[in-house]
């Protein structure tokens, strides 16, 4: 009994460590963290480490391995430790029993079919290069979007209100950050999915886990095979419930004596409940009773599940790419119509991307210029949330990798200054009849001013003015040009590249040194 | 003063009050046949040493710090701080420079020096990687943010033609002593920046600038607060591919510095000092014919210092 309480304690104290420090990452707007320390908390998170090691297969990346060994040893300890969202459901679980008389949780039915469908769909998907289901439900994601999109802001008016006060007694160590919008439907989505998630928790308990969680289901098979198990002593049980009353997956069953281990979230709750240490976690005894009654009906389960994927799979696949457009607000100037949308430094390509990002938002959090926003359909429907780079919010300074090496996931490959200098994101294009130098008659330069390569230069134009003339085998797509262009819409922009290519170096002529003796010129 | 200059000057002096003439006119006619004591050029010109002396020897020769900044005062340096690049680039004022003439501020008795940019890059990156952070914190400064809008007051221009109202950092609007520290660099659309130039890192808004003829919007705003004192570092100079620039081949030694009350004067022996005639500047021109200050070097008192 003692180690069991022990053992408990243990597991709430990791998983609020890992609860913390996570929200801290999809929080900070310092980047006050390492990437080695950020690198090294994220990397038992299963889905970014999984896709991580599918597009780098390297050692850094084994994260999930660790992970299905933990399971296949102890079962899902994985949803009750380091699963942030798993977390954030227990922190409301653990609310609604300490403020209201409601112990007890509703008891639903089983929806084994649809966790087993959600998990064969995802699966298929992303082999094919499909990740948008694995991107609606993945937890880390959903847990950093709900964060980036609803609890950073919060923070941030926080910090502004602080760093006010501060100032207003000579005090700067704090600053106030403006970073702008995320994007609205992200936000509408974190909205929703916290809303639903809030609603189930405090119904439910843990039902999300065991019906929507891929990750939840996967673990949930490799944990029938566990070795170490959490079942009821068929001799000792007097089948009195107070173990099945706190459990939050509703996986145990007081009158047949049994566990259903594979819906079984690790919370290590009902140990510590049973009067007469009934309730053992350890080898179970070879009983056929317990063994294999819940797995053949969860084979039956898993076909339905494939079954159920299968004509979900046709019918999406009959949704179409809309392409995103933008029209100009002022009707006499040319629209600015990008065919490509420009993905974040170190996607390599729209494919790439696309097929590997879960739109976890932190490098739209971590961006020092804020330039890294969700997409809407940019990307196409499948691309909903992924990152983009919105040359209207900011732009993306020349010598800055942070994305690209903070990506849980691999979507964004670590890049090194040099690399970026000459990474072309896309190539500028230039809107002659947009231009204030030529509708105005007026001088102007300002993308020429912002441009890192001088891939924009300014050229004499009617006698006077300086018209901007562009080198796109330099551009490195920062979108400086496009963030400063003062028009609307734009005389000057960034087109996607859909494979991200190496720019020219921009070619560097000797200058003369003056003769500093001279004579002052007045 | 030796005794042969005062009987000098005293003559000089008595003749010209009796034909009504001012010693500041006589000097302009006959070519600088006195030199006006320190404290009394227009401009002081320098070269041939490194920022940090080329500044104490130029602002003994404007009759001190104190001069400028009396004793309880608040004071607010702004540099250009525009960019995410080392100092030999050029980009960004001279770090040490703003580190001496902060010490120079408080020796004067200043309460407190604040400095801040409206930068173009990231102004985190900007603010430490010019080396600028360190060297106001190294001098007991204050380096202040410019990157929120809540920084920024709304402001009336009653003299500007295009540029009528703007939002200025409000360390502008409520500092005692605004201090001016460009830097002389090529500029694409405003073909050089120089001091006039260096103050749209004071408002929030430029596009509208860039929008609204970018020359005519830089010298009406220099007619809203004129600096109390400007200090050109033309020591490192961007030649081509300013105001960023790409690499430092794109930089010049000139070993130069200019110290002026007057923002146009400056800004025109600068341009001189870079190669070009201020009336090849607009926003200098303009800046002259609207009364600013005086671009025609000829009319100023100028002291000539070479080290």
């Not at chain 1, 180690?3 to 707007?29: E, H, P």
């Not at chain 2, 408080?106 to 407190?112: M, P, T, V």
């Not at chain 2, 003829?213 to 020591?235: E, W």
């Not at chain 2, 800004?267 to 926003?283: R, V």
């Amino acid at each position: 009994m003692m180690n069991f309480r022990v053992l408990k304690k243990a597991r709430v104290v990791v998983s609020l460590i890992f609860f913390l420090l996570i929200t801290y990452i999809f929080i900070d707007f310092t980047n006050a963290l390492s990437v080695a320390l950020i690198q090294a908390i994220l990397y038992l998170e299963f889905v970014p480490s999984l896709l991580n090691f599918i597009s780098l297969a390297g050692i850094a990346t084994t994260g999930f391995i660790i992970i299905i060994i933990l399971t296949l040893l102890f079962g899902r300890i994985y949803c009750s430790t380091f699963c942030p969202l798993g977390t954030l459901q227990d922190i409301f679980i653990w609310l609604k029993r300490r403020f209201t008389r409601k112990k007890q949780f509703r008891k639903s039915r089983t929806f084994n079919q649809l966790s087993y469908a959600i998990l064969i769909l995802s699966t298929l998907l992303m082999v094919f290069g499909w990740i948008f289901p694995l991107l609606l439900l993945d937890p880390l994601s959903n847990f950093g979007r709900i964060i980036v999109n609803l609890v950073r802001p919060v923070y941030l008016l926080l910090n502004n209100l602080g760093a006010f006060f501060l100032e207003s007694i000579d005090i700067y160590t704090l600053y106030r950050v403006e970073p702008g919008m995320t994007s609205w439907f992200s936000i509408l989505f974190s909205m929703a999915f916290l809303i639903m998630l809030i609603w189930l928790s405090l119904r439910y308990a843990r039902l999300f886990c065991n019906t929507l969680c891929p990750v939840g289901a996967l673990l949930g098979i490799l944990s029938k095979f566990s070795i170490f198990k959490i079942y009821l002593n068929q001799d000792i049980c007097t089948s009195c419930g107070k173990c099945s009353a706190v459990c939050k997956a509703g996986c145990i069953d007081k009158d047949k004596k049994t566990v259903d281990f594979s819906r079984c979230i690790g919370c290590l709750n009902c140990l510590t409940t049973c009067p007469d240490n009934g309730i053992m976690f350890g080898r179970p005894q070879k009983n056929p009773d317990i063994m294999l009654k819940p797995f053949d009906s969860n084979r039956r389960n898993f076909l339905a599940g494939g079954f159920l994927s299968l004509a979900s799979l046709a019918s999406i696949s009959l949704l179409a790419e809309p392409q995103g457009r933008r029209r100009g607000r002022d009707r006499s100037l040319l629209p600015v119509i990008k065919k490509y949308p420009v993905s974040p430094p170190g996607s390599i390509s729209l494919e790439h991307f696309n097929a590997s990002c879960t739109a976890c938002h932190l490098c739209v959090s971590a961006c020092p210029t804020h330039v890294i926003k969700p997409s809407l359909l940019q990307y196409g429907l499948s691309g909903l949330m992924q990152p983009r780079m919105n040359y209207h919010a900011s732009f993306c300074n020349f010598d800055c990798v942070i994305c690209s090496e903070i990506c849980p996931t691999g979507a964004l490959q670590p890049l090194i200054i040099e690399e970026k200098h000459v990474l072309q994101l896309g190539k500028v294009k230039f809107i002659k009849q947009n231009c204030i130098v030529f509708t105005e008659g007026t001088d102007c330069g300002a993308c020429s001013e912002h441009c890192p390569t001088k891939a924009v230069k300014m050229r004499p134009f009617r006698k006077t003015l300086l018209l901007p003339v562009v080198d796109p085998d330099i551009c490195v797509g920062c979108g400086a040009c496009e963030y400063a262009c003062p028009t609307h819409p734009k005389s000057i922009y960034v087109e996607g590249n859909p494979v991200h290519l190496t720019a020219d170096k921009p070619k560097i002529e000797k200058l003369e040194q003056p003769d500093i003796d001279d004579d002052f010129p007045f | 003063m030796k005794r042969r200059d005062f009987i000098f000057k005293g003559l000089g002096a008595g003749v010209l009050a009796g034909s009504g003439i001012s010693l500041h006119g006589f000097s302009r006619i006959m070519g600088n046949p006195i030199a006006p004591a320190d404290g009394e050029y227009d401009l002081v010109a320098i070269k041939g040493s490194d920022p940090v002396a080329m500044f104490d020897k130029g602002i003994e020769s404007m009759g001190g710090m104190q001069a400028f900044v009396k004793p309880g005062q608040t004071v607010v340096i702004k540099p250009n701080i525009g960019w995410d690049a080392i100092p030999e680039r050029a980009a960004n004022t001279n770090p040490e420079l703003i580190g001496r003439m902060i010490s120079s501020c408080y020796e004067a008795g200043a309460k407190s020096v604040s400095v801040f940019d409206n930068t173009c890059d990231e102004w985190k990156n900007c603010y430490s990687k010019s080396g600028i952070e360190q060297e106001v914190k190294k001098a007991g400064g204050n380096i202040i943010p410019g990157n929120s809008e809540s920084y920024y007051r709304e402001v009336k221009i009653p003299d500007g033609k295009n540029l009528t109202v703007t939002k200025v950092h409000e360390l502008i609007l409520d500092s005692d002593v605004f201090i001016n520290v460009p830097i002389l660099k090529s500029h694409s659309s405003a073909k050089l920046t120089i001091a006039m130039k260096n103050l749209m890192g004071v408002v929030w808004d430029r596009r509208w600038w860039h929008k609204n003829d970018l020359h005519q919007c830089i010298a009406d705003y220099a007619t809203f607060r004129k600096p109390d004192l400007n200090v050109i570092d033309a020591y490192r100079v961007m030649k081509r591919n300013g105001p960023r620039g790409v690499s430092t081949e794109d930089v010049v030694r000139l070993d130069a510095m200019i110290i002026s009350r007057d923002i146009v004067a400056a800004d025109a022996a600068a341009t001189k000092m870079f190669g070009l005639e201020p009336e090849d500047i607009p926003h200098i021109s303009i800046a002259d014919d609207m009364g600013i200050g005086n671009m025609n070097l000829s009319e100023l008192n100028i002291n000539r210092i070479k080290m």
